[in-house]
């Protein structure tokens, strides 16, 4: 999430988020902000607009912005002004004299529900582990075919960002590609029979994948600058068409891709082991997502949480939140069902279809029934406003900066 604001008469007026957020803007002119935008529109955003006068806040009223920005202007105690304000799209209208950095970090915070809600009924969820064989993979498959079979009117895809051959190809029998992920890229419009085309497969009866890498340069190819903007615009297009989108990214990773994949979602969930040095490792990721903005959608998963040496609930919560401003807990732990999941890694099956009554398999649907309950799809209509079409002005603008 970025935090960007405008203020002509005091640029520095919120340089106190930036001791909350990891990216913050400020800007003298809203024409700074625009041609930002332009390049930045993967990415959350929280506009924060300081005005004086109508004139400055009429200048916003045709500019086109997406449903990830949350517009909050700030202006003086004006009736008339925060009247207008709501007309034109802004989403909170903030008195001068109640706005220091406290009620607007309150703002922020609550921005994050509204634009996932904005997004529309699907819900793409992030898996990401703390190290290899901490159980993303299995975790994040056997959801995934889980979400198929318990809701059987709704339409799941599963993604494997694997850096090398993905191991998820061989549990949905795909185990020699013609298509993977790298050629979605080589679709020029967003159409759905191109991308059925192009590797988008059905492996069940609502159930879709698109089959992983299988070496390891693909990979290399999929985070070029052009090739991450193509699979972004491929999943903004994508989850109209599907209620779920479960993507395994494995080890969590500062990088580009990954950093854009989590931003778009709408659950992160990191894996992890119950012990005291996965607990210092899981530490450093927390730093990131805690500044990050995302910590209101970020959930902790114990996996083998009964397994020898374990930490408890609360030293994990200790551990993980301190020196922070926010709290960090485990959400979900996973059994160490060691029996069963062993055997199913070995022959390549998922849990769900052989043993579904299992320790692990009880603790999943638990999982579901918390993170993905059926009735969440239905989408809130006042929540899913039009922003005003941008003009033609602003079009040339645009593609000046662009």
């Known amino acids: 999430m970025i935090i960007a604001y405008v203020s002509k008469a005091d640029r520095e007026c919120y340089n106190d988020l930036k001791n909350e957020y990891t990216d913050v803007k400020n800007f003298s002119h809203i024409d700074e902000f625009i041609s930002f935008y332009a390049v930045s529109k993967n990415r959350d955003v929280v506009f924060i607009y300081r005005i004086d006068t109508k004139e400055e806040l009429l200048k916003i009223k045709d500019i086109y912005f997406s449903s990830n920005i949350y517009i909050i202007v700030v202006g003086p105690d004006s009736t008339e002004l925060s009247l207008l304000a709501g007309k034109i799209g802004v989403d909170a209208y903030v008195n001068v004299a109640k706005s220091g950095p406290a009620d607007i970090k309150k703002l922020i915070d609550e921005s994050q529900t509204i634009v996932k809600r904005r997004r529309g009924k699907s819900n793409i969820s992030v898996f990401t582990g703390i190290s290899g064989g901490v159980g993303t993979t299995t975790i994040s498959m056997n959801l995934a075919k889980t979400l198929a079979d318990t809701y059987l009117d709704k339409n799941v895809l599963f993604l494997d960002f694997s850096h090398t051959k993905a191991i998820s190809n061989l549990f949905f029998d795909v185990i020699n590609p013609k298509k993977t992920l790298i050629d979605i890229l080589s679709v020029q419009e967003l159409d759905v029979e191109e991308f059925f085309k192009n590797g988008l497969t059905k492996v069940y009866d609502n159930l879709y994948i698109i089959p992983g890498i299988q070496r390891h340069t693909e990979w290399e190819v999929l985070e070029k600058q052009e090739n991450i903007q193509r699979f972004l615009n491929f999943i903004n297009f994508i989850k109209g068409r599907f209620d779920y989108i479960i993507m395994d990214v494995g080890l969590f990773e500062d990088v580009e891709l990954e950093i854009d994949v989590q931003e778009i979602a709408d659950n992160i969930f990191v894996i992890t082991e119950f012990n005291i040095p996965a607990m210092s490792i899981l530490k450093t990721y927390i730093d990131i997502i805690d500044k990050s903005g995302w910590y209101t959608k970020t ?61 692990f398999m009880e603790e999943l649907n638990a999982f579901l029934s918390k993170f993905f309950p059926k009735d969440e799809m239905k989408s809130d209509q006042k929540t899913l406003q039009k922003r005003t079409p941008i003009n033609n002005s602003l079009i040339a603008r645009l593609k000046r900066w662009l």
């Open 299 to 359: 959930n902790i998963i114990a996996n083998r949480s009964d397994s020898f040496g374990t930490v408890t609930h609360q030293e994990a919560k200790n551990i993980l939140s301190q020196g922070l401003t926010h709290e960090f807990s485990i959400s979900t732990a996973f059994p160490n069902d060691a029996k069963h999941l062993r055997e199913c890694w070995n022959e390549a099956k998922l849990v769900t279809d052989i043993y579904p009554s299992c320790p």
